[in-house]
């Protein structure tokens, strides 16, 4: 396996939006009368589950598919389960969808609060694992992994987005205390956080390192801030947990310190809506809540072939319907219009060489994505570095031919890890 190093971007200097100086509060969306509740574990038709259709539950609840289930979702609101189902992400990665049909009379579960004044990770782990931002509380009860590092991401990793530079601008106090309650709960011994370079107001705590980031894509992203200021690089294919280092959103801290004082579970998630014609819209919305409602709320039409982007322009995935709900990691929703749909094609390269100049990973796309369109998937990893790609999309952007690169090595990298999966069982 090669491995390369970071030493250039070139190419186009795409800029990352700022928030505005002094921003409005995010636009509340009201509770809808049914919330889709999403759940990383696949429904097994052959198995009865341990919620059925009809049940009813309440604010707080915890759903858990199965007996031995470990992932659950927490139902933002009390009512009634109308619908259990199959959930189809990317690449066919199979999750189950709930919804919950609201009652009006609001009814609580609380199983946190006896244990808000002593924090600690199994609690957190058991509790606030949904919580707004997801914060990665199980990378730090992984007994494989020790993380000695925690990057906290007060800067928004893709284009157009601002939510995490809103929520590090108006919400310093709990991101301090957050952190405090971070601390206590991991020991953990180095935090750092990363704001904008150019904001005046950045972030000050004792015992946190301030990173700054530049405004130029791809500096946010995970991989680069690595590099960049912490002077890791991970080897191919390795993530940053594998270094001992975890990213967490702003969001995520601030959900934890909100929840600790409050000493129950909270709910509304902040996110970023892009209209077709750019316009940008702050919201928040409780989780669970289908796009559709939010588009609504703005006037904001879909009509047939156009799409959803769930995340940012460069770094996003299509959501397949408009009932896909907010979830406790979505920053970002675009919706793009069928004219703006970047046009792809099925020329063959040119050989141009602006993708190899562009990626900061220094990886051969031009060769490598030959072998990935011949479904060569461990050739591309063995010699053309398929695993040092730290997907940040500019590679597709730039393409002369409108290859779509970005999405050949997104499915080769999960063909390789199905590869990898079925060698193992065997
Ligand atoms: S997405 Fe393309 S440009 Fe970005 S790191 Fe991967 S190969 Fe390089
Ligand atoms: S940018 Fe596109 S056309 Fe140019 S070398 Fe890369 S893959 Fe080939």
Known sequence: MIKRSFIKLTGPRLLCDRVEPDPKKPETIPIPPRLVLLLHEPLDSTRETLIKKGDTVKRGERLFLYKESTEYAVSPVSGTITSIASYTGDFGTIATYFIVERDEKDTAVNGFSEFADTPSLKTADDFLRSLPGAPPLSHFTDPDRKINTLVIEGTDSDLMST???????????????????????????????????????????????????????????????????????????????????????????????RAFAKKE???????????????????????????????????????????????????????????????????????????????????????????VRVCPANVPVNLLVRYLEADLYEEAADSFDLTSCIECGLCSYVCTARIPLFQYIRLGKHQLIELETEATNE
């Open 163 to 257: 939510t995490r530079q809103y929520l590090l601008k108006t919400a310093k106090d709990e991101i301090s205390q957050g952190i405090h309650i971070l601390r206590q709960m991991t020991g953990i011994p180095k935090i750092a956080i990363t704001v904008p370079e150019d904001a005046g107001d950045g972030f000050s705590a004792e015992g946190v390192q301030v990173l700054k980031i530049s405004q130029v894509y791809p500096k946010a992203l995970p991989h680069m801030v690595m590099k960049d200021h912490l002077e890791i690089i991970p080897d191919p294919g390795a993530t940053c947990e594998d270094c001992g280092v975890t990213f967490v959103s702003v969001e995520g801290i601030i959900s934890l310190a």
């Open 265 to 355: 579970l909270v709910y509304d998630k902040t996110l970023t809506v892009i209209a077709k014609d750019g316009t940008r819209h702050l919201v928040q919305a409780v989780i669970g809540t289908p796009l559709h409602r939010i588009f609504k709320q703005f006037n904001l039409q879909t009509n047939e072939k156009d799409r959803i982007i769930i995340g940012g322009p460069m770094t996003g995935h299509a959501a397949y319907t408009l009932y896909h709900p907010v979830t406790p990691d979505m920053d970002t929703v675009q919706i793009q219009d069928r004219e703006q749909i970047p046009y792809v094609s099925d020329y063959p390269c040119i050989n141009c060489g602006k993708c």
